[in-house]
């Protein structure tokens, strides 16, 4: 394999990111032109957050491939340029993020359950060292195959914890909301959607996830094909957070009218709970 072929996945992965990036800035506009009465000032800022780091994250990629295929003219797949290590540190933050996001919820919804919440977050906390880690030796080493010869299971790790953490979240969500459908006899469709789409959610990033860690052990370097995949992460975490946020209007007017329209958001429920419970139902 030559060293200029090896670099194709970087030529899919990149524009393929982008494209992801295109539908969170439609989906973040979305958010401020569609506000959410209950949102605070935090959540807000959330987003943008989310925004800033993505479109950072995408400063990074295009650094990078201006160093892979200008500056070194696509001569050295091998190297790693420091832009290209950071978007691992900016891809664990958004991770962290997102799932910090999602472990709220699940703690708010299921009676402050410590029991459940806590293991969810020390391994959200410990895919974060691990993206710092590697992106420290990747910045010392600046080469694919040394890194992973050293210390590529730190890596490797942080893929397994992240994939894990997917799991959890959408599994103790599905048995939330399992709970939720016995308490609302008349939004069994309603609460069987969104566990759909709760399983569906875990099941992209997950499996993009698991597919990244296969390429990276099975594929020789320096074929980049991992990278393709790893690009993509970060992105399918803030838009699966931005898509939760933006469907809870449609989901608010699901649970009046019974009928469901694409959304999903724990807190509707609760609301509705709240409600059932002044009138003494």
Known sequence: MSTK????????????????SGILIAQTTFYFRSPNPSDTWRMSLLVITFLVFDLLHSILLWNSAWEWFITKSGS???????????????????TFAAHSVYSWRIFRFSGRNYWITVPIVVFATLRVVSAI?????????????????????????????????DILIA????????????????????????????????????????????????VSLPNLAFLALYFIIVKLYANSVL???????????????????????LEVLDAESQDRGRRGL
């Open 76 to 94: 050295n797949a091998d190297l790693i340029p420091t832009t290209m290590a950071l978007t691992i540190l900016v891809t664990g933050i958004s």
């Open 243 to 265: 898509a939760m946020l933006n469907s809870r209007m449609s989901l608010r007017r699901a649970v009046k009218s019974t009928i469901f329209h694409n959304a999903v958001d």
């Open 5 to 20: 072929s090896s670099l194709g996945a970087i030529i899919i992965g990149f524009p393929l990111a982008l494209v992801f």
């Open 171 to 218: 599994g103790i969500m599905t048995l939330i909301l399992k709970q939720n459908r016995a308490q609302f006899s008349t939004l069994h469709s309603v609460i069987d959607t969104l566990v759909l789409y709760t399983l569906e959610t875990g099941s992209i990033t997950a499996i993009t996830t698991i597919a990244a860690s296969i390429t990276w052990f099975t």
């Open 133 to 165: 880690v590697t992106t420290a030796y990747m910045i010392k080493t600046k080469s694919f195959e040394r890194f992973r010869n050293e210390i590529g299971w730190v890596f490797t790790t942080g893929l397994v914890l992240s994939c894990v953490v």
